[in-house]
C-alpha cells in the first residue's frame, strides 16, 4: 500500500470520526448545556468545554450506549477532580499566606508559574486566551480582532484551557 492510500485511509478514518462525534455533540449539546445550568448556576462554560475535550478523547474507543448518562457521568467525574484541585490550591494558597491576613494574593511564585504556563502556549491559543481572559473579550469579539469564526475561537479557547490545566495539574 502506497503512503498516498494510507494518507488517505488515515484521513477518512478521522473524518468519520469527526463526523460521529460532530453529530454526537448536536444531539446533545443543549441537553448537557441546560442540565448543568440548572445544576450549577449560569458559569457551566468551562466545564461544558472541558465534558467535550474528555468525550473526543475517548469516544472513539468506547461504546455509548446511554449518552446522557455518560455526559453526567463525565461531568460527575470532573466536578469531584474539580473539588480535589480546588481544595488542593486552596492549601497551597493557605500555607503561602501569611497569618492573619483577610485576603489571599497569590504568591509571586504563582504568578510567574501562570505566566510561564500562558506564554508557553502556542501562539494561536495564546492569543484568544489571552483576549478572553485578560482583555474581557466574547468569543463573537475575539474572532471579529482576529478574524477568525466563533467556532475556531471556541475550539482554540477549549485547548488552551486543557493545555493550561494539564500543565496545573503537573
Known amino acids: 500500500m502506497s503512503e498516498a492510500e494510507t494518507a488517505g485511509e488515515q484521513e477518512s478514518a478521522w473524518s468519520r470520526r469527526h463526523t460521529r462525534l460532530d453529530g454526537f455533540y448536536r444531539r446533545h ?3 448537557l448545556v441546560a442540565r448543568l445550568r440548572r445544576r450549577f ?3 457551566t462554560e468551562d466545564l461544558v468545554q472541558e465534558i467535550w475535550l474528555r468525550v473526543e478523547a475517548i ?8 449518552p446522557r448518562a455518560f455526559l453526567l457521568q463525565i461531568a460527575f467525574n470532573l466536578g469531584l477532580s474539580g473539588d480535589r484541585q480546588t481544595r ?8 503561602t499566606v501569611p497569618l492573619g491576613t483577610a485576603t489571599h494574593h497569590p504568591t509571586q511564585a504563582a504568578v510567574v508559574e501562570i505566566q510561564d504556563i500562558v506564554l508557553a502556549l502556542p ?3 495564546r492569543d484568544v486566551f489571552v483576549l478572553s481572559r485578560f482583555g474581557g473579550l466574547t468569543n463573537s469579539q475575539i474572532a471579529e480582532k482576529l478574524g477568525i469564526s466563533p467556532k475556531t475561537v471556541e475550539w482554540r479557547m477549549t485547548k488552551a484551557l486543557a493545555q493550561c490545566a494539564a500543565e496545573l495539574r503537573r
Open 29 to 31: 449539546s443543549a441537553w
Open 41 to 43: 448556576g449560569a458559569d
Open 59 to 66: 469516544e472513539a474507543e468506547v461504546d455509548i450506549r446511554h
Open 88 to 95: 488542593r490550591r486552596r492549601q497551597i494558597l493557605d500555607s
Open 123 to 125: 501562539q494561536p491559543l
